[in-house]
């Protein structure tokens, strides 16, 4: 008995749809505890572990520069300029802003 083969199988589970702007991620860096997303409108966000500030949350989020966080949060530091390029090392992360400025 012969099947014709041909279509599309569907496999897995049904694909997850990203929350309202999380497409619009144009980068993503890793450090040793930490991860940077760049987002196509220049914004930083950042999370994981804040040790040594390399998050770059100031005192203005959350009080404590060290302090973890556990979901993206935005680094108000770049409210005023835009990001283009992001790198995120062992403990340090690292960034470009439009003005051509680099922030470590």
């Given amino acids: 008995l012969l099947e014709p083969i041909g279509g599309i199988t569907a496999r897995g589970p049904k694909p997850k749809v990203a929350a309202k702007g999380y497409q619009a ?4 860096a ?10 196509q409108s220049g914004s930083l966000y950042t999370w994981g572990c ?8 100031g005192l203005s989020q959350n009080g ?3 302090a973890d966080a556990t979901r993206p949060t935005l680094v108000q530091a770049f409210n005023t300029t835009p ?6 090392g062992h403990s340090h992360t690292a960034c470009i802003t439009a003005a051509r400025k680099l922030y470590l």
């Fill in 25 to 28: 991620a144009i980068a993503i």
């Fill in 30 to 39: 890793g450090g040793a505890q930490h991860i940077g997303l760049l987002h």
């Fill in 50 to 57: 804040g040790g040594s500030g390399r998050l770059g949350h």
């Fill in 64 to 66: 404590k520069p060290t």
């Fill in 83 to 88: 990001v283009i390029q992001i790198s995120c």
